[in-house]
């Protein structure tokens, strides 16, 4: 996986084009927006933006390359019905372990919060995180919420 360095707070996108092999400006070219956008002005940079849904990028894989995304969650919870108490499928020890089994030796995107508790999205390659502010680290550094996996249709 090549290390991209993402020009502003595009984090999804540049992400995305290094687990998905891709360049991100395809991938803004296909949807029609570099998310960018101000849609929440009353929110400071870069919350503001309108940045990128995993769901588009999921349109551009399938669409564009014929890759599937295939959801892995830290700590999947469930209930029956909206008034019923959510819980987590299994214990916090069972899911994290859960979660670095199944994202060991794949590619994919990782969302999360970075170092500063702020909402971050990095590529996964190798057992490494791929940052788009030019950076590789361990998954220590990063608080995974989600992976999308790399799925060949």
Aim: include cysteine; hydrophobic fraction near 40%.
């Amino acid at each position: 996986m090549k290390l991209l360095t993402m020009k502003g707070p595009m984090c999804m996108v540049y992400s995305s084009a290094m687990a998905l092999g891709c360049d991100p400006q395809d991938i803004c070219d296909y949807l029609g927006h570099n998310g960018m956008d101000e849609w929440w002005p009353e929110i400071p940079k870069p919350g503001c933006y309108r940045s990128f849904h995993i769901q588009e990028i999921i349109t551009y894989a399938i669409n564009v390359l014929q890759i599937g995304l295939v959801p892995i969650e830290v700590y999947p919870n469930s209930r029956p019905n909206a008034t019923a108490k959510i819980k987590t499928v299994a214990s916090l020890e069972v899911l994290e372990e859960r979660f670095i089994n199944l994202i060991s030796g794949r590619i994919g995107i990782l969302i999360g919060e970075n170092v500063f508790g702020q909402p971050h999205a990095v590529a996964w390659n190798e057992d490494i995180c791929y940052d788009p502010v030019g950076q590789k680290y361990l998954l220590e550094k990063f608080t995974p919420r989600e992976c999308w996996i790399i799925s060949h249709l």
